[in-house]
């Protein structure tokens, strides 16, 4: 197992044990909309989004060649 699987188990796990830690209603506010969702739910909803959004960033512009 190299490095990276690792880090990314590793990672994957940190994230799994602090979302199931929060498990209280938290209400969302974003413009004019509101919403009460599990803190869970919204915690695993933003890892979803920044992880796309960084694979996003990497397929739109290609890496810099040096």
Known sequence: MNSK???LIFLLLTLLVFALQNT????IKFL???V???AVL???ISFALGVLSGWL???VKPPLKI
């Open 42 to 44: 919204t915690i695993l």
């Open 36 to 38: 009460t969702t599990s």
């Open 32 to 34: 004019f909309w509101e």
């Open 24 to 27: 209280q209603t938290v209400a």
């Open 5 to 7: 699987m690792i880090g």
């Open 57 to 59: 960033i990497r397929f």
